[in-house]
């Protein structure tokens, strides 16, 4: 009996709890449900809701929304930081490209002297630009002078064709003026040979920034575009230098002629006077035509004939270092010469190496030839008149370096 009603009371027990979980799970379910239908309506659009494109509001019902929405924030993850990351090879790689990337074109210390030498060559070529204005401006006061000289001259010759008195003051009047004009063309020939001074210094200046772009090419720490741009300045300053060369040259024949001008013409101006004093025309001077005749026969002597491989050269000069001091013997040498035989000529060979490739041997030929007309520069510096030195060219397997040689007929 004691144990029947234990398990009726268990049983009872067991009822009452039942009842009481009934109890409390009916409002949870109820409250779980109407949680569930909110969240369907804030899923579910209904059908009186607006339409989805239109702008929404802002008010935000649910926390399903609330998780939508952080769930579509992008989270950061593992991968993103070992992607940035990167091994130190690749940062050494990188590191050296941008170190290439900034040393190029004028970062270099070639680079840095090469910039330095092309604004040399700027200046050399603006100062062979004032040469050149300088000498177009002499030439046209030298040209202006000798048109009034001329027209002077021809007015006297025409006066005394047609006879005139002897003095006659008009004459004279232009005799005077005629002396005048001759006059600033010989005022000329000194302002050319300063001219000339200054363009021997740009020559040199021209030859000493070649030379440093040429040893430029063995300094270490260059790129690729630095030799680029060398070899352009290179060939700027070869031009630059053949320019001043060829102006050389010309100034060079411009005062030559212009001294054998002036000469003849005094002493034509000289047997003029006697013409005008005398009222009767004469003609040139006897002088100037003997001059004349002598250049002639010198010329065509220097031209006849040229040095033979046995012949003796009267002056050696070898360009085996720049800058030679050659014009003191060139003079002594030169002035002997003269003194012996006062007709004489000369032939003036450029000899160069017979060595080395095609390219070399043409190279070596253009400076041969250029130390061959400074020679001849020096020569008509000195006073021997061009007509009378021939400048010829030769190659010579047996020579070691440039040459000039200076034979004398």
């Not at 409250?31 to 804030?42: K, P």
């Not at 020939?189 to 040199?204: R, Y």
Request: charged content about 15%.
């Amino acid at each position: 009996m004691i144990g029947f009603n234990k398990s009726i009371l268990n049983g009872r027990v067991c009822l009452q709890q039942c009842v009481v979980s009934k109890k409390v799970a009916v409002p949870v379910v109820l409250m779980v449900s109407g949680l569930l239908l909110a969240g369907c309506d804030a899923v579910w659009p209904s059908t009186s809701a607006p339409d989805p494109v239109a702008p929404q509001t802002s008010q935000q019902t649910s926390g399903s929304e609330q998780i939508s929405t952080a769930s579509s924030q992008p989270q950061p993850v593992a991968v993103t930081t070992t992607s940035v990351t990167a091994s130190p090879s690749v940062q050494s790689s990188a590191t050296a490209q941008l170190s290439a990337a900034e040393a190029g074109i004028g970062q270099t210390f070639v680079g840095k002297k090469v910039d330095a030498m092309g604004q040399d060559l700027n200046k050399l070529l603006d100062n062979i630009g004032s040469l050149k204005a300088r000498a177009s401006n002499l030439r046209g006061i030298a040209q202006d002078s000798a048109d009034r000289y001329h027209a002077l001259l021809a007015s006297i010759t025409a006066r005394l064709q047609q006879g005139t008195t002897p003095g006659n003051p008009v004459l004279v009047s232009q005799w005077n003026s005629a002396q005048s004009e001759l006059e600033q063309i010989a005022n000329n020939a000194p302002q050319m040979t300063v001219l000339s001074n200054d363009a021997a210094d740009e020559a040199a200046f021209g030859q000493y920034l070649l030379n440093a772009v040429q040893a430029t090419y063995g300094l270490s720490g260059a790129v690729e575009s630095d030799h680029v741009r060398l070899r352009g300045l290179e060939d700027e300053v070869h031009q630059a230098v053949v320019l001043v060369d060829r102006m050389l040259n010309d100034l060079s024949q411009d005062i030559n002629r212009q001294n054998t001008y002036v000469n003849n013409e005094r002493q034509n101006l000289t047997t003029l006077s006697l013409a005008v004093k005398n009222g009767e025309l004469y003609g040139t001077s006897l002088a100037t035509r003997a001059f004349t005749q002598t250049e002639n026969l010198a010329r065509a002597a220097a031209r006849s004939s040229q040095p033979q491989p046995t012949d003796r050269p009267l002056v050696i000069i070898r360009f085996d270092r720049p800058n030679v001091p050659y014009q003191q013997a060139l003079y002594n040498a030169v002035s002997q010469a003269l003194s012996r035989k006062p007709t004489a000529t000369f032939d003036l060979v450029a000899v160069s190496p017979d060595v080395g490739t095609a390219a070399q041997i043409a190279l070596n030929g253009a400076a041969s030839k250029r130390n061959a007309e400074d020679v001849l520069r020096t020569l008509t510096d000195m006073g021997v008149p061009a007509s009378r030195v021939q400048l010829l060219a030769a190659t010579d397997s047996n020579a070691q370096t440039n040459e000039v040689h200076l034979f004398v007929r």
